[in-house]
């Protein structure tokens, strides 16, 4: 990540901007149940199966194969964007207004997206 960073800080010219979004990090932290293909909730509560603080690789079921993913702190973002030279102006964490709002019966996604960000965004200007 930082070596990306880095390439994408070597193109821009001083202010330019770079804008930088992703699956939010706390998303890779609730539990998933592979046989149901949904996070798992317990009394209306999502239950945490991984830790924020872990940033190692691991896999992830997709359809019928599997991606490899690590998960990062927000703060190893921040700090990635920062040493690659970026001042970051605006931090912005989001759900759909849609899901946010959703009421009565709802999917397990969506229940997720009214309790935690799907997203983030961050906007970067090159020093």
Not at 13 to 38: M, P, Q
Not at 52 to 78: A, G, Q, W
Not at 99 to 123: H, N, Q
């Amino acid at each position: 990540m930082q070596g990306t960073f880095d390439k994408i800080v070597s193109y821009l010219k001083k202010d330019g901007i770079f804008i930088f979004s992703w699956h939010h990090t706390l998303n890779y932290c609730v539990a998933w149940s592979c046989d149901e293909r949904k996070e798992v909730f317990e009394n209306d509560k999502l239950v945490l199966s991984k830790s924020y603080y872990d940033e190692l690789y691991f896999k992830m079921p997709v359809h019928d194969s599997e991606i490899i993913l690590c998960n990062r702190k927000m703060s190893t973002y921040i700090n990635a964007l920062a040493k690659a030279g970026f001042a970051i102006e605006q931090f912005v964490e989001e759900t759909d207004k849609e899901s946010l709002y959703a009421a009565g019966e709802v999917d397990s996604k969506t229940r997720k997206a009214k309790m935690m960000p799907i997203s983030f965004c961050i906007k970067a200007r090159k020093l």
